[in-house]
Each structure stands twice: as C-alpha cells, then as structure tokens.
T-cell receptor, first 112, second 112 residues
C-alpha cells in the first residue's frame, strides 16, 4: 500500500461496548503513533511504538485504552467500556525512526 | 514540556490575497516545528517543517514559514491564496522528531 490505512473509517458504538481500531502503517516504518482528535480541536498524542515496543503511553486517557503492535507492523487501539467522551477521530501515523510522520485518514468513533 | 498556540480559529481571505496563519510555541528543548493541512474527511498532510539550519522553510503549494527563536513563532504565509487552499491548518512542535504536540487549528476560508 502507498500510505497508512486505518479501519474501520467509521464506527458507532453504544456506551459500554468495547471497540478495536486498526492501523496498517507504511511498510518498513519502525515508528507508529496514535493520536485522538476531538471535534474542533487539534490531535492529541496517545501512544508511541518503536517496532513492537510501546515506548510511550503517557497520553492514554484512562486504563480503558490499550494499544498493541505485537509483530512490529499492524497496530490495534482498543477501547473498553466506551463512554461518550471517547467520541473523536483516532489518527494513526507512521515514520522511519525520527522521520516525518505520515498520517492515515483516521477512524471516526461515535459513542451513543 | 511543549505547547502550541494558534491565534485565530478562523481566517478568511480573498482569492489572490496574502495568507498569514499565526503560530507561537513553547519548548524546553530546541524545537522541531511543523505545519500540517487537513482537508475534510482526510488525514493530515505535511506542508513544511523546520528542524535545523535555514530559518525560512518552503513547502508545498507556495506556502512558507519562518522560524523566529526570539519571538518563539513559526507563522505560515502564502503570497496568493487559491480556492483549493481552503482547509484546516495545524501547527505542531516536537522534541527531536518524537511525538507531535498540535495547536487547536485554524480554518482558512478563501472567498472568490
């Protein structure tokens, strides 16, 4: 693939449901970032992987948020027991080590 | 700690007029600075970046920005606005190319 892909593009969840958001980075990119963009705001950092190692998870808002990248490629962001305040666009970005971050189109999550 | 302030959540210019989008940053280490553009329902696209060296950086579509350390600013300009420039613009700062800290964004409207 030419760029970062994310799936699903749109997700509607009922409050209390668990969701899983997928990110396929550009092949060969060792760094992977997740950001959360609430309506009308700039993206905010959630977590960062270098290969399969999660080096920074300081931005995860609660212990309901969990991210993994078990083989150093595809990453999944999981949100347990979703709340209305989790409604946002979740952006994934990948880069070569310390390089330009390339962003995917995002997953728009709506929690009812 | 790092932060970004973008002055003006909305900017409106006439087609062919000068575009000026303001960005001020705070950083405890030498900053890497970025401008991204976001079109509706799309991911973020890098316009330009400053890491080291020349303080005037040129990007795509005629945009440029100047790093002014004394003013802690990185304002984005374009000498002639096009209708296709209408989008939301985000200024961001990072330390050594790590996670990005974004401003709240400025929506640019171009009037015909």
């Amino acid at each position: 693939g030419a760029g970062v892909s994310q799936s699903p593009r749109y997700k509607v969840a009922k409050r209390g449901q668990d969701v899983a958001l997928r990110c396929d980075p550009i092949s060969g990119h060792v760094s992977l970032f997740w950001y959360q963009q609430a309506l009308g705001q700039g993206p905010e950092f959630l977590t960062y992987f270098q290969n399969e190692a999660q080096l920074d998870k300081s931005g995860l808002p609660s212990d309901r948020f969990f991210a993994e990248r078990p083989e150093g490629s595809v990453s999944t962001l999981k949100i347990q027991r979703t709340q209305q305040e989790d409604s946002a666009v979740y952006l994934c970005a990948s880069s070569l080590a310390w390089g330009e971050q390339f962003f995917g189109p995002g997953t728009r999550l709506t929690v009812l | 700690a790092q932060s970004v302030t973008q002055l003006g959540s909305h900017v409106s210019v006439s087609e062919g007029a000068l575009v000026l989008l303001r960005c001020n940053y705070s950083s405890s280490v030498p900053p890497y600075l970025f401008w991204y553009v976001q079109y509706p329902n799309q991911g973020l696209q890098l316009l330009l970046k400053y890491t080291t060296g020349a303080t005037l950086v040129k990007g795509i579509n005629g945009f440029e920005a100047e790093f002014k350390k004394s003013e802690t600013s990185f304002h984005l300009t374009n000498p002639s606005a096009h209708m296709s420039d209408a989008a939301e613009y985000f200024c961001a700062v990072s330390a050594y190319g790590n996670k990005l800290v974004f401003g709240a964004g400025t929506i640019l409207r171009v009037k015909s």
